[in-house]
């Protein structure tokens, strides 16, 4: 069946970022895929998870820069980093701030991000 989704449902977030979910548990009731627009102010981050989903993350404009046992994954407009279930990862932004989308599988829920207090 077709569903036609008119808008997003702006999600409060501390710290300034701006998360718009055009799909998801909140905005759509989908619990299977969740589908974000986010928009960060320079410098902001955020706690470590270690996620009970894959989540995609296509940068639009910025720099977004992933935190992980490797190392930092240093992600630019136009790339797109994966995460994986269970991999510990802490996500913050460059000095310019980042617009970007993310794709989470199943859907993001607070309780299955399961940040660091």
Same mark, same amino acid.
């Given at each position: 069946m077709?569903?036609? /989704?008119e808008g997003p449902s702006r999600i409060p977030v501390p710290g300034g970022k701006l /998360?718009? &979910?055009? #799909? *998801?548990? #909140?905005?759509s009731g989908d619990e299977a895929i969740s589908i974000a627009h986010m928009v960060a102010p320079p410098g902001w981050d955020?706690? !470590?998870? $270690?996620? !009970?989903?894959? &989540?995609?993350? +296509? #940068? +639009?404009?910025g720099t977004v820069l992933v935190e992980h046992a490797g190392g930092t994954t240093e992600v630019s407009a136009g790339q797109t980093v994966v995460t994986e279930p269970g991999e510990k990862v802490r996500y913050r932004v460059g000095? &310019? *701030? $980042? &617009?970007y989308v993310a794709?989470? +599988?199943?859907a993001f829920s607070p309780d299955s991000a399961n940040r660091d207090e």
């Open positions: 077709v569903r036609k /989704i /998360i718009d &979910e055009h #799909v *998801g548990r #909140v905005n955020e706690p !470590a998870q $270690a996620p !009970a989903f894959t &989540e995609y993350t +296509l #940068v +639009l404009r000095d &310019e *701030g $980042a &617009e794709v989470c +599988l199943p």
